[in-house]
């Protein structure tokens, strides 16, 4: 029987990037268990969106320092993860949702986000072709941006490769095996036992049922979340920042001559199919063509699919369960995951290695859903 100093099971970004985080800290034995290939659950259909406009201060903080690593992705992990700083901005005409939004900005800025309110002119100059005259509150990031998640997670991989991290892909995990209350193990489906008194648990959507096969249940349910990209648009620029009508959910950038837009399914029901449904993009089409009319005549080339794995309040759950000595969880981080991987590899790693982390942990804890919680509101 095999026995590593710490086990990760799932191959996502989060797993990755928790894997690499700890070798660097000292961790000496570690493994990851794949049931696909590396990066092949949400992080390969994500947007790749960037950005560090949040409600909460552990949602700004998380991602403030995963932008930090996207900058020097190729430093630290190896090669390129096609970080494009174009800018993030929030709309909405709603007056009350503006002054929510609005209400955050101080906050923001004290934690060390650069936001930027926008008037029409400004609009019109940032985001041509954009309706703009019943937008009341408008605020662009101008540092965020979009990376490639595909390239992202690769680069992860073969870093924690080259670190002498093994990876074993194609190997589902069937059930956490556990003595008493500690955690002991994993089993794979094909009846092998991998030994270790430490689990994280990077599970993505799918960490609920894993959980569950030693009696542990989280409260993560899997969302899906289509993604459209359309033909070349004639004279549409090629530069915008990422931009997001928060009174439709509707996301839309450039990706070179042609768009990228989806959301506008957040209340869609849980559910673990993840195949592209085509039918879905009808409401979409009516958001996407009323903020922007000139895409009225924009042909659909390509769709893909992925499930969010979204939380009751939208914050990850970080840390060890409490009922089982050993067990780990870095899941449902609410379609902030891939921008948030980085950092979440460095709070793994510290809790890992006994060190205390430079974040307030509290909002992630997986014990909070037993007492009251607060949720985020820059979600779509
Ligand atoms: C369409 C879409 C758009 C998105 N856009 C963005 C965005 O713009 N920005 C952003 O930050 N986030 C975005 N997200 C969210 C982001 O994709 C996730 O938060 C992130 O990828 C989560 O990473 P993960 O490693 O936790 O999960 P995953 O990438 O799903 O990795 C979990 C892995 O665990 C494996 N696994 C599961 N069960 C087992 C088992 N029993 N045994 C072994 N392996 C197992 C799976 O195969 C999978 O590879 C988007 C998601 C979708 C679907």
Known sequence: MEQYDVIVVGGGIIGLCAAFAMKEAGVKRLLVIERAWCGQGSTSKATGGIRTQFSSPINVQLSLRGRDYFTRWEEIYGSDPGFHPIGYLFVTADEQ??????AQVPQQRALGVEVESLDNRDLHHIVPGMRQEDIRVALLTPRDGVA??????????AACRRQGIKILEHTP????????TRITGVRTEAGDIFSSDRVLAATGAWTAPLLSTCGISVPISPHHRQVYRTLPVPDWPTRMPLSVDLDTGLYCHSDGPAVVFGGGDRDATAGYDDTPRPM????LIDALVYRWPRLAAAQIERTWAGLREMTPDDH???GMIPQRQGLYVAAGFSGHGF?????????IATLMTGQSSA???DALDPARFLGPTKGEAYVF
């Open 280 to 283: 879905d993009v009808a409401n």
């Open 97 to 102: 949702r503006g002054e929510t939004l609005l």
């Open 339 to 347: 921008m948030q991987a980085p950092a979440v590899g460095e709070i």
């Open 148 to 157: 490639d998640p595909g390239a992202a997670v690769m680069s992860v991989e």
């Open 173 to 180: 995990v069937q059930a956490l095996v556990v003595q008493g």
């Open 316 to 318: 990850g759950i970080v």
């Open 359 to 361: 974040y307030g942990l």
